[in-house]
């Protein structure tokens, strides 16, 4: 479904990503983790194109999506993005938040458009703020909104940009939860994050990290219980 | 007694000279007219102004900021800076004079025209300024938030980052719009019959500047202190919305 080809980042002089490959196909969930600085956000990033890359490609279903004749736009309907600082619209309500895709790319009428976002609403049991700003709401409560922001559109993938890191402990369970299950229904997801136990738990690839290369990847079982790399045990000792 | 009376005297004095000051300037001969006129020009010119800077501001602002995020508009980002550097690089009353002398030197054109088109022209640079600095006030994240969204620059902007710009454009506009009110004096110099030239006129008739220069003066305060009264009330009724 997506195939990144030796895909490259430099930020000035700082070369962020050195040749990246990695393959998603449809219903996995890869997880990629490493430490802060290693490109992990960048590379998400660069998947749905918010971040121009310097050299290789990203493949979505067959098209590359940096390509002139592709419609970056069109693409970006199909891969949900959830961000760590949730970036909800704050002049907006829940449930204008929710819809505005959806009615203003002219996807749904505004009725048909309210009525999913209340159905997303209640599977994410956040009903009662439909009417509200996203500054009455809690972090988690953003970021589970976010969440329904981008699952308005119906996305063939979701990635997920740290979703849990800007969250007070207390509420990362909440966004967590939700996370998992999205994966359990099948979602094709791509998540950077710190989450250990979503994880262990949802991941069916774990891509490790470090200084602009994937240093190992592997099922959970691998990563957690058969570290190759000296980088990986030592990164693994200071998560768990 | 007799100082009781003389101060009597004085301010029967007082009083009476002043009715002829303002009869002689305001009333004799409907010289008010001259002040009605130049109340219509001021406001004609500042109204069609504000619009064409808005217009202006608004194009430039959105020209130099898609350059900036998505490198398009080469060109037009070029002409765009070029026509801000060289409004705020010069005297606002030279721009009027070059347009009144050289670029419709030839053509007899309504002077009022004239004035709109300059103020208008030289407002636009300042407000797509403001503008700018508006939609760059905004966090990052809405603009990727909308883009991952697949909504693309022009949507962003209209739906997402504009909206919430205008709450910190708004003071900064209401400012230039009062300079902009009161820099429509300027117009005098080319002859446009505007409020500061109304009174000179009738000034130059009648050698009394007392009464026509404080009226105008008082006409412009009340004008600049509605304006401003205005848009707090606009400022106020958007900060209730959200947040």
Known sequence: MITVKNLKKKFGNKIVLKGINLNVEKGERVVIIGPSGCGKSTLLRCINGIEKLTSGKVIFEGKDINSKNVDINKIREKMGMVFQQFNLFPHLTITENIILAPVKLKIMTKEDAVKKAVELLELIDLKDKKDMYPSQLSGGQKQRIAIARALIMNPEVMLFDEPTSALDPEMVDEVSNLMKDLAKNGMTMIVVTHEMSFVKECASRVIFMEDGNIVEEGTPKDIFENPKSDRLKEFLSKVK | ?243
Do not use: H
């Not at chain 2, 002043?18 to 002040?35: A, E, H, K, L, P």
């Not at chain 2, 030279?94 to 022209?121: K, P, S």
């Open chain 2, 1 to 243: 007694m007799e100082v009781l009376f003389n101060i009597w005297g004085a301010i029967v004095n007082f009083f009476q000279n002043t009715w002829d000051s303002f009869y002689q300037t305001i009333i004799y001969d409907n010289r008010y007219i001259y002040i009605l006129e130049g109340l219509f020009n001021t406001l004609i010119i500042a109204l069609f102004a504000v619009i064409i800077g808005i217009v202006i501001g608004v194009l430039v602002a959105l020209i130099r900021n898609n350059y900036d995020r998505n490198n398009k508009f080469k060109l037009l980002n070029k002409i765009a800076c070029l026509y801000v550097n060289i409004i705020r690089g010069t005297p606002q009353i030279l721009q009027l004079m070059i347009i009144y002398y050289i670029i419709f030197g030839t053509v007899d054109i309504n002077i009022v025209f004239v004035g709109i088109l300059a103020f208008g022209i030289n407002s636009g640079a300042y407000v797509s300024e403001i503008i700018r600095a508006g939609i760059e006030s905004i966090d990052n994240g809405q603009l990727e938030a909308g883009y991952s969204l697949g909504l693309n620059y022009s949507k962003v902007m209209r739906y997402i980052i504009l909206p919430q710009a205008i709450k910190n454009i708004l003071p900064a506009l209401g400012n230039e719009f009062i300079t902009l009110l009161k820099d429509t004096s300027v117009g005098a110099y080319i002859g446009i019959v505007e409020l500061t030239k109304a009174s000179d006129i009738i000034a130059s008739r009648t050698y009394d500047y007392f009464f026509p220069l404080i009226i105008v003066a008082i006409i412009y305060l009340i004008l600049t202190i509605g304006l401003s009264k205005l848009i707090s009330m606009m400022e106020r009724k958007l900060s209730n919305d959200y947040s």
